[in-house]
T-cell receptor, first 114, second 114 residues
Framework: ETGVTQSPTHLIKTRGQQVTLRCSSQ?????VSWYQQALGQGPQFIFQ???????GRGNFPPRFSGLQFPNYSSELNVNALELDDSALYLC?????????????FGEGSWLTVV | AQSVAQPEDQVNVAEGNPLTVKCTYS??????LFWYVQYPNRGLQFLLK??????LVKGSYGFEAEFNKSQTSFHLKKPSALVSDSALYFC????????????FGKGTRLHILP
């Protein structure tokens, strides 16, 4: 196991609602990133947090937002849910910002928007 | 723009035979390359990475990958396939100009036939 834990594992939301997904990083890891994996696709980078600040963002609209807490755990918030937001959301953690560090993923949260 | 290509959607190999899963990349600097595996309804598991040094990288579960700079490839290999190797495999490259995202290929489904 990677030591990265996510909750909830599955959830169903209605279009227009808001959702919060949670992630606990591996011990000693201060960098957390979030990815969206649509069915049949590779993961797409949403954003990254380092020491409680967002320090990188992919091509996702502002209704995708996040937080990182002092213990390095993190939340992903999605407002005004759309049907296309249905996907597996993966949290990943790593030690520091060094590009050579391995990124370890959690099991993911399956979001279905109906 | 940085990118990763996995030219095969699916690869079928008989158990006990060698396997290869192909990956090519396009980056503007020195590539940091990764392979991850995803079992059904699970998150991503790290297999191996190439940062620098020896072109043949050994990883988990008997997998290895060969970095070829002239062909911009990073093919995943295993000398003798197991049925339990059946899964979805993702090649990924760390954007050398950024400290955040990893760019994933679309994945290759590996079927090991008993």
């Amino acid at each position: 196991e990677t030591g990265v834990t996510q909750s909830p594992t599955h959830l169903i939301k209605t279009r227009g609602q808001q959702v919060t997904l949670r992630c606990s990083s591996q011990s000693g890891h201060n960098t957390v990133s979030w990815y969206q994996q649509a069915l049949g696709q590779g993961p797409q980078f949403i954003f990254q947090y380092y020491r409680e600040e967002e320090n990188g963002r992919g091509n996702f609209p502002p209704r995708f937002s996040g937080l990182q807490f002092p213990n390095y755990s993190s939340e992903l918030n999605v407002n005004a849910l759309e049907l296309d937001d249905s996907a597996l959301y993966l949290c990943a953690s790593s030690r520091g910002e060094n590009r050579v560090n391995t990124i370890y993923f959690g099991e993911g949260s399956w979001l279905t928007v109906v | 723009a940085q990118s990763v290509a996995q030219p095969e959607d699916q690869v079928n190999v008989a158990e006990g035979n060698p396997l290869t899963v192909k990956c090519t990349y396009s980056v503007s600097g020195n590539p940091y390359l990764f392979w991850y595996v995803q079992y059904p309804n699970r998150g991503l598991q790290f297999l191996l990475k190439y940062i620098t040094g020896d072109n043949l990288v050994k990883g988990s579960y008997g997998f290895e990958a060969e970095f070829n700079k002239s062909q911009t490839s990073f093919h995943l290999k295993k000398p003798s396939a197991l049925v339990s190797d059946s899964a979805l495999y993702f090649c990924a490259v760390r954007d050398p100009n950024r400290d955040d995202k990893i760019i994933f290929g679309k994945g290759t489904r590996l079927h090991i036939l008993p």
